[in-house]
């Protein structure tokens, strides 16, 4: 079991930055593979950025050169760093830790919103 906490999001204007924390506790050997989701109402939730324990990224084109992930393994935590945000980045943002970039069981939290005012 991994549990999952969020924090960060909040209001901004269009060009603003936000920075994202997820907090991980629990069987950490389950959080090898951790990630950056987002969701808005009435769509399927996308992946927004992966990283391994190793360091390795992984991001969405549609936020390529504005986001950096990055985590700290030996306080548990991956960061979301959001830069030249835009009215579209508007969304729930989850994070996401699974043992493996294949595995079937993965752990959610529970969602931090992000909101970009034009």
């Known amino acids: 079991q991994v549990q999952l906490v969020e924090s960060g999001g909040g209001l901004v204007q269009a060009g603003g930055s936000l920075r994202l924390s997820c907090a991980a506790s629990g069987n950490m050997f389950s959080a090898n593979y951790m990630g950056w989701y987002r969701q808005v109402p009435g769509k399927r939730r996308e992946l927004v950025a992966t990283i391994t324990r190793g360091g390795g990224t992984n991001y969405a084109d549609s936020i390529k050169g504005r986001f950096t992930i990055s985590r700290d393994n030996a306080k548990n935590t991956v960061y979301l760093q959001m830069n030249s945000l835009k009215p579209e980045d508007t969304a729930v943002y989850y994070c996401?830790?699974?043992?493996?970039?294949?595995?079937?069981?993965?752990?959610w939290g529970q969602g931090t919103q992000v909101t970009v005012s034009s």
């Open positions: 996401n830790a699974r043992p493996s970039a294949y595995s079937v069981l993965d752990y």
